[in-house]
């Protein structure tokens, strides 16, 4: 019998670590002080629509740029809010990584995030070789020069976006995240789901666990019948501490805001 799954999608952020770590935390206070330095708001007003943003439209980025007219280079967005973070509070995890190199499909990290923050948060876990590819934010949004539309999950026009770019089949498709938005999205899209966590069952979503490590107990048919002498594209890319994003798909314009 073969494994339902022949892809992962894992969200990166408060997934492949827990949130106990402070990273959630410190990256709010960013967004607030971006707000009040760069934009002059008040430290309430700041803090309140950085919440409101993020529930409408998946970031305080988008919001700004999209809803409120606020011509704000990405680049320079993510060097603050990132780029003031304390990376070394996330630890390696070799029990991760042990887990992530057992599993024998296609791996790729489906995040929201930039692909810098991303890299650095990959390497701090000792992960950074686990994967096929990454997908983050300037996969999603590769025109941000010709429109003011930002594209992140929850949106499924995200998921539809990287659901091309990998070339994954979503009902073989395993979608791990922690946001419940992001899950119903993808569930939406036909993709298997796994809410990240929670433990017991979730209406959102096909599973629930409350840390990535709880994988083998409960979803243990992503290990049916692994691959025999089969490479995988990791092996077929012969990598070594590099991380993969294929350029097939990157050209894909977003969808214009509406």
């Not at 993510?78 to 630890?91: E, M, N, P, Q, T």
Request: aromatic share 6%; with cysteine.
């Amino acid at each position: 019998m073969d494994s339902p799954f022949n892809c992962l999608l894992f969200d990166l952020d408060d997934t492949l670590y827990p949130s106990s770590t402070g990273i959630a935390q410190g990256i709010k206070k960013n967004i607030d002080d971006f707000l009040i330095e760069k934009c002059g708001m008040s430290a309430t007003k700041a803090s309140n629509l950085r919440v409101e943003l993020f529930k409408t439209y998946g970031s305080t980025l988008a919001g700004l740029r999209q809803a409120l007219g606020y011509d704000i280079d990405a680049d320079d967005y993510h060097g603050f809010v990132h780029g003031r973070l304390s990376y070394d509070v996330i630890k390696p995890d070799p029990q991760l990584r042990s887990l992530l190199r057992s599993i024998t499909q296609r791996k790729i990290i489906f995040t929201n995030s930039d692909r810098v923050h991303a890299v650095k948060v990959m390497k701090r876990l000792g992960i950074e070789d686990c994967f096929d590819q990454i997908i983050c934010f300037q996969t999603l949004n590769p025109n941000l020069s010709e429109s003011k539309c930002v594209v992140l999950k929850p949106s499924t026009d995200a998921i539809k976006i990287a659901l091309h770019v990998a070339r994954v089949d979503p009902p073989r498709t395993l979608f791990l995240d922690d946001n419940v938005q992001n899950i119903s999205a993808g569930k939406t899209l036909g993709l298997w789901t796994c809410l990240v966590g929670k433990s017991g069952e979730a209406k959102e979503a096909d599973y629930a666990i409350e840390e990535v490590k709880n994988l083998g107990d409960v979803i243990p048919e992503i290990w049916v019948n692994k691959q025999d002498g089969g490479e995988s594209e990791l092996d077929q890319f012969n990598i070594s501490g590099d991380l993969i994003e294929k350029d097939v798909g990157l050209a894909l314009t977003a969808p214009l805001c509406t």
